[in-house]
């Protein structure tokens, strides 16, 4: 009589898909980040030249400095949740939860 063989979950595709996420909402959200602290700074700083789009007006540098890092967070929280999602262990269902119940059913009335 063999021993049972526990399978092994595949993690490839979920480590695949966290390291997409990473490339294609990380990065970004890195980006994102760097820009908006940049544009942050610089409606702070008197008499400096801005220009976003089409307006000189410091405030408007700092707004899309906000912006920038409120979607730079989002996009940096994105590649964290499927990892944590995608690799994290499954709980094994225990046995009754799989077998129907062995009692019979009682008369319907």
Same mark, same amino acid.
């Given at each position: ?17 966290t390291? @997409?996420?990473?490339?294609? =909402?990380?990065? !970004?959200?890195? @980006? &994102?980040?760097c820009l908006? /602290?940049? %544009? #942050?700074?610089?409606?702070?700083? $008197? &008499?400096? /030249?801005?220009?976003?789009?089409? +307006? +000189?007006?410091?405030? %408007?540098?700092? #707004?899309?400095?906000?912006? +920038?890092? =409120? ?13 944590? #999602? ?5 709980? *094994?269902? *225990?046995?009754?939860?799989? #077998?129907?119940?062995?009692? !019979?059913?009682? $008369?319907?009335?």
């Amino acid at each position: 009589m063999e021993m049972p063989v526990e399978k092994k979950e595949s993690k490839t595709g979920a480590i695949i898909g966290t390291i @997409v996420a990473v490339l294609l =909402c990380g990065c !970004p959200g890195l @980006v &994102g980040l760097c820009l908006g /602290a940049t %544009s #942050l700074i610089a409606g702070f700083i $008197p &008499g400096a /030249a801005i220009d976003v789009f089409g +307006s +000189s007006d410091p405030r %408007s540098a700092m #707004l899309m400095g906000v912006a +920038s890092l =409120c979607g730079g967070i989002i996009f940096i929280a994105i590649p964290i949740v499927v990892g944590i #999602l995608t690799l994290r262990k499954k709980k *094994a269902l *225990a046995a009754e939860e799989i #077998l129907p119940p062995s009692e !019979p059913l009682p $008369p319907a009335a």
